[in-house]
């Protein structure tokens, strides 16, 4: 499996401002995803982004608020921006890895919670 | 548009016995992906397991184990011998073949009575 970190665990932000959120994999991987989850609620995909292409958006997230970037096959972020209370969440990211043929499977980070004053 | 149905918002289950956490899915697809994905309060989302559409056979793990109905679009969970450590936030998910992307169930609280 990958091992996927996230920097910062958790922060406390006041609305307006913005947050960028990090995401290291221990090996290289084609597709990385990031998810939102709301308090209570399940994850949504918000993009998904491969190293060498603009991220794709899914319906109800916009590039202005949620822009991503794919510098390398191991490292992705994601700016949450001009926050307001509504986007406190947990922000999750996570990788498309392939173990062997027909054995790829989802791994995911272990989130970033943020907090929006 | 795929969905994924999670019924059961919350389920109790004493220590030792098993449990079945159920899950449904509506898809037009023939090719697919299942998984149960387990969050503790820890909240790292940690793949318990995984069912590809085109088999037949369940699909198992130690203590977990699925009966997947491709007919009847079900997925079920079922826990063996639980212990403490299976209290946490259970997702039902489905991969569609060609795009990786995953969309979750709603969730289900596991809770193990000592």
């Known amino acids: 499996s990958a091992v996927i970190s996230q920097k910062p665990s958790r922060d406390i932000c006041q609305r307006g401002t913005s947050l960028t959120i990090q995401c290291q994999v221990d090996?290289?991987?084609?597709?990385m995803f990031w998810y939102r989850q709301q308090p209570g609620q399940s994850l949504t995909l918000i993009a998904t982004?491969?190293?060498?292409?603009?991220?794709?958006?899914e319906s109800g997230f916009v590039i202005d608020k949620f822009p991503i970037s794919r510098p390398n096959l191991t490292f992705s972020t994601l700016t949450v921006s001009n926050m307001s209370p509504e986007d406190s969440s947990i922000y999750l990211c996570?990788?498309?890895?392939?173990?062997?043929?027909?054995?790829?499977?989802?791994?995911f980070g272990p989130g970033t919670r943020l907090l929006v004053l | 548009a795929q969905t994924v149905t999670q019924s059961q918002p919350e389920m109790s289950v004493q220590e030792a016995e098993t449990v079945t956490l159920s899950c449904t899915y509506d898809?037009?697809?023939?090719?697919?992906?299942l998984f149960w994905y387990k969050q503790p309060p820890s909240r790292q989302m940690i793949l318990v397991i995984r069912?590809?559409?085109?088999?037949?056979q369940n699909a198992t793990e130690n203590r977990f184990s699925v009966n997947f109905q491709k007919a009847a679009k079900s997925f079920s969970l079922k826990i063996s011998d639980s212990q403490l450590g299976d209290a946490a936030m259970y997702f039902c998910a489905y991969e569609m073949d060609s795009s990786y992307k995953l969309i979750f169930g709603s969730g289900t609280r596991l809770l193990v009575r000592p």
């Open positions: 090996s290289q991987v084609t597709m």
């Open positions: 982004a491969n190293q060498g292409s603009e991220a794709t958006y």
């Open positions: 996570s990788v498309q890895y392939f173990a062997a043929a027909n054995q790829e499977t989802q791994y």
């Open positions: 069912q590809e559409a085109y088999k037949q």
């Open positions: 898809t037009s697809e023939s090719d697919y992906y």
